[in-house]
């Protein structure tokens, strides 16, 4: 945060540290309860619904920036980036009204699934040669590529295939636990996202 | 209280004697290596040098637990390439009806000598340096103290969900909720157990908020610290010899 880009509110960033905490929650209890997906975004994309892009994108970095410095060894750092755009995409479906309803959540969720495929794709390629590292995706890009599909296009639909999957029950998950949060708490925080000033 | 960090107290050079940064500019310069280095004994001899440098910082056990998440990944890697690889020419190995390929496997083998490093790059630091130091060596670089704040705060704030998503859990199986069986209950058992987790924290949020404002959060100004600087000795040559082979590497791959 250089000085004179923009600033953020006391509330804004004590919210981050919150929402990076409700991701990892996410993904223990999605082990614990023997879940097929991750859900390790709910916090982010949460925290850009109802505080605003810019907050959820610090969210996303933060987030795997944390992780990489002290879980897995550097990796998670790298997908810092689709956290940024899965955040940045769900924050600007939240202002444009995409997540007031369910069915509009839904749709909200698919088109963050996508813009996370596409920024995902060329850091899965670059690291591990296109594989997402599971087993259902990974093996419907051997058949793609044995087929002789491109590299890219193969990667891009293994990884999205996953994140469809993942980022529409999120989608949904968030916009009923927006509904849940009482007024008086998202009020003070939506001030928060005006609060990011020029 | 149990932190989410991996650092373990310990007397090597690496946890004593080296100071956090330098050990952040040789994860930076290994992660470069394995992305530059040109040919495969190349990248053997990098792979294995880092691991010597686990060995030497007494982490191997721990950082090979780390290696071991990918493991599936990179065998599934030496399959799928191995027998897929679009550049596929010479058969290496004859499984029944399955063919692997030379150009698949060396392919593979690159791709994992390149993850292999990164990880125990990034374990080394992880594992020996404490999270706390590493962000106050930052701030007193210039780092923004807010950033700083964010990535602590989360240290502390972790354990804390994790006692309260515990306590919840008992909780709503006291009123019957059913955590075990199919799916679809599973899935059901998600959301009763996340809204009261995460409404509890965003009660915390504003009190938080208010108990930093109090204390000045949001003031300009430079930050004073609590601790002073610690001393290391020796380490503008150790940060010479990383950047001078880095480069030399860089040299390799772009002249050799």
């Known amino acids: 945060m250089a000085k004179g880009a923009f600033r953020l509110t006391t509330l804004g960033i004590v919210m981050i540290p919150v929402a990076v905490g409700i991701n990892f929650i996410g993904k223990q209890l999605a082990n614990t309860l023997n879940l097929p997906i991750w859900l390790d ?9 109802i505080a605003g892009p810019w907050i959820g994108a610090i969210s996303g970095f933060v987030n795997n920036l944390f992780f990489g410095l002290t879980m897995d060894g550097g990796l998670s750092i790298w997908y810092g980036i689709s956290s940024i755009a899965i955040a940045m ?12 309803s369910l069915p509009k959540a839904i749709v909200a969720g698919i088109i ?7 920024v995902s794709t060329p850091i899965n390629v670059l690291l591990w040669g296109g594989q997402t590292g599971k087993a259902w995706g990974d093996l419907l890009f051997g058949m793609l590529i ?6 890219w296009l193969a990667s891009f639909i293994d990884e999205l295939l996953l994140d469809l999957f993942d980022k529409v029950v999120v989608a949904a998950l968030v916009y009923f636990i927006a509904l849940g949060l009482p007024k008086r708490l998202t009020q003070g925080i939506r001030s928060a996202e005006t609060a990011v000033r020029k | 209280m149990n932190t989410p960090s991996l650092y373990r107290e310990q007397n090597t050079f690496f946890h004593k004697r080296m100071d956090p940064l330098s050990k952040l500019l040789l994860v930076c310069c290994l992660f470069i290596d394995a992305f530059v280095v040109p040919t495969l004994p190349g990248a053997c001899l990098l792979a294995l040098l880092t691991v010597g440098l686990l060995y030497l910082a007494r982490e191997l056990g721990r950082a090979v637990k780390i290696l071991a998440g990918c493991a599936l990944l990179l065998i599934s890697i030496f399959l799928i390439q191995g027998l897929f690889y679009q550049n596929n020419q010479t058969v290496l190995l004859q499984v029944g009806p399955l063919s692997f390929y030379r150009e698949g496997i060396s392919y593979a083998l690159k791709i994992s000598l390149r993850v292999i490093t990164m990880i125990a790059a990034g374990s080394l630091l992880v594992l020996t340096t404490s999270p706390t130091d590493l962000l106050e060596a930052c701030v007193r670089r210039g780092v923004s103290p807010r950033l700083a704040y964010m990535l602590a705060a989360i240290l502390q704030i972790i354990p804390l969900m994790m006692r309260n998503a515990a306590k919840i859990q008992e909780a709503q199986e006291a009123r019957g909720m059913a955590v075990r069986g199919s799916l679809s209950t599973r899935f059901r058992a998600f959301l009763p157990l996340l809204t009261p987790l995460i409404l509890s924290s965003f009660v915390n949020i504003q009190e938080r908020s208010m108990a930093l404002e109090v204390r000045g959060f949001s003031l300009g100004g430079p930050r004073t610290f609590y601790r002073s600087e610690p001393v290391y000795k020796g380490m503008l040559p150790v940060r010479f010899v990383l950047i001078g082979s880095t480069l030399g590497i860089l040299c390799w ?3 050799g």
């Open chain 1, 41 to 49: 975004s709910i916090g982010t994309i949460l925290s850009a619904v």
């Open chain 1, 89 to 100: 995409a769900a924050g600007v479906l939240a202002a444009l009204g995409w997540f007031r």
């Open chain 1, 112 to 118: 963050v699934a996508i813009v996370s495929a596409i």
């Open chain 1, 146 to 151: 044995g087929n002789g599909v491109n590299i």
């Open chain 2, 253 to 255: 791959r772009l002249f």
